[in-house]
Structures are given as C-alpha cells and as structure tokens.
T-cell receptor, first 113, second 118 residues
Framework: QKEVEQDPGPLSVPEGAIVSLNCTYS??????FMWYRQYSRKGPELLMY????GNKEDGRFTAQVDKSSKYISLFIRDSQPSDSATYLC?????????????FGKGTRLSVIA | GAVVSQHPSWVICKSGTSVKIECRSL??????MFWYRQFPKQSLMLMAT?????????EQGVEKDKFLINHASLTLSTLTVTSAHPEDSSFYIC??????????????FGPGTRLTVT
C-alpha cells in the first residue's frame, strides 16, 4: 500500500460546478497537509496548507482534513476553465525542516466552458 | 512571496554528456532544498534532500554518483546529471523551504527543467 493514494482521474466538469478532490493516506503521523496545483510542464504551485484536522477556506477553495479517517479533500467552488490543471496532495509529519513531502499521484482536472 | 527559479528551463544533450541544473531561491535563504523527478503523468518522486554546507541525502534507488548535488550557498543548489542516458530524460523540479516559525514551513517549487537526452 502506498503512503498516499490519489485518484489520477481525469476528472471533467462543466464550468461553475463544485469540484471535490481527495486523498487518503496510511501514515497516522502525518500532520501537515498541502494541496498543489500544477499546470502542464510547470512546477507545482502551493494552493493551500492545513495543520492537523479541520477546515480551511481561501476564496473558492476549501481544504478539509479528517485525521481519524486519514482522508483529506479539496473543494473548488464555481470552477473555472483556468482551474484546469493537475492537483497534487502532499503531506508530511511535523518535524524539522528536513522532512520531505510525500505526494499523491495527482488528479487531472478539466473544467469545460 | 517566495520565488524559486531554475535554469535552464529546457535542455537537450547527447548521451554520455553531463548536464548541470541550477535551483535558486530568489528572495529568501533556503537551508534545505529538495530535488524531484517527474515522468509524464506521474507524481513527483523525491530524489534527494540538499542541505547547505553538507552532503545531500539521497533516496533509495537514486545513484549519488550519477546525480551530483551541490548546495554551496543558502540560495543556490545544483544538480548535475553525469553521463546522461536517454532514460534520464525527465522533468526535474527543485523546491525550497521558506524559513518560518512554528509548523508552517511552506515548500516552494521551481518551474522545472525538462531534460531530453538523445
């Protein structure tokens, strides 16, 4: 079993739809959770991060962490064609600055105008 | 915000030659940088963790003699692919941690370098 599981998609939705992206993980020591957006042939861009369980909202984006279920989600409201990209979840244990991130495979999202 | 640059963005080289990729943190000092490799439609695979002033820590299965990492300053880390072969063709991405207090130490990524070995 991989440490982080993420459905690679592709996921295709109409403009304006609510998008739900998810990851599950096996390491209960993970406490720091991130979502990155990656456009084709570009480096990942940090969208949101959360520490431990709970919700965090930033504009059209909401990140949720359920540590009891080892499940994290990213919701995108009022999706736009410009949201079309690959979304990667990443996580790490709260440790020193040397702790690398563990990434999911990424979910390819297409928002159709 | 924290900006990480990479140079070159794209390089083509012949089999057997060496290629150097630079990763710079432009507006912050990074004691730790990470090097990743990404194949098409795959996730980022960590290759090594680079610490300023010390030897890099390589992930299992990554040849340290083939992928030479130097982190000579707080703003620059380099990855040299030695004796490159076509199977080394990939997208190489670096990242750097922005120093923060507490648990919120975000990791910022460079734009990546596409290496094609012919």
């Amino acid at each position: 079993q991989k440490e982080v599981e993420q459905d690679p998609g592709p996921l295709s939705v109409p403009e304006g739809a609510i998008v739900s992206l998810n990851c599950t993980y096996s390491n209960s020591a993970f406490q720091y959770f991130m979502w990155y957006r990656q456009y084709s042939r570009k480096g990942p861009e940090l969208l949101m991060y959360t520490y431990s369980s709970g919700n965090k909202e930033d504009g059209r984006f909401t990140a949720q962490v359920d540590k009891s279920s080892k499940y994290i989600s990213l919701f995108i409201r009022d999706s736009q064609p410009s949201d079309s990209a690959t979304y990667l979840c990443a996580m790490s244990e709260w440790y020193s600055g040397n702790t690398p991130l563990v990434f999911g495979k990424g979910t390819r999202l297409s928002v159709i105008a | 915000g924290a900006v990480v640059s990479q140079h070159p963005s794209w390089v083509i080289c012949k089999s057997g030659t060496s290629v150097k990729i630079e990763c710079r943190s432009l507006d912050f000092q990074a004691t730790t940088m990470f090097w990743y490799r990404q194949f098409p439609k795959q996730s980022l695979m960590l290759m090594a963790t680079s610490n300023e002033g010390s030897k890099a820590t390589y992930e299992q299965g990554v040849e340290k003699d083939k992928f030479l990492i130097n982190h000579a300053s707080l703003t620059l880390s380099t990855l040299t692919v030695t004796s490159a072969h076509p199977e080394d063709s990939s997208f190489y991405i670096c990242s750097a941690r922005a120093p923060q207090s507490g648990p919120n130490y975000e990791q910022y990524f460079g734009p990546g370098t596409r290496l094609t070995v012919t």
